[in-house]
């Protein structure tokens, strides 16, 4: 699932976190600790509670600090993302 970073121009828009880095006021795209936005999602839609499971080869999952949903970040408008499901 692609997510864009949700900012305007120069990463300041509503809903980017505190400077996080001194060049740059904000930017949700780099962060994998406070926001969703701005990566590629992969989630296991098919469980028994309803909810969602995380796949244990995502690429964070082992880190505490870090959103375990990242497949992917550092992104800034995903877009045309196609998926094939064998």
Do not use: K
Not at 9 to 27: I, K, L, S, T, V
Not at 28 to 52: A, C, K, P
Not at 60 to 71: G, N, Q
């Amino acid at each position: 699932m692609p997510v864009g970073d949700g900012g305007g121009a120069n990463d300041r828009a509503r809903g980017h976190p505190d400077d996080w880095y001194q060049e740059n006021a904000g930017g949700n795209g780099q962060d994998t600790s406070e926001s969703l936005l701005g990566g590629l999602h992969r989630i296991d839609v098919d469980t028994d509670d309803g909810g969602y499971g995380i796949p244990p080869d995502n690429p964070l999952v082992e880190f505490e600090e870090h959103h375990d949903e990242y497949y992917a970040w550092g992104l800034r408008n995903p877009w045309r993302v196609s998926f094939t499901w064998t």
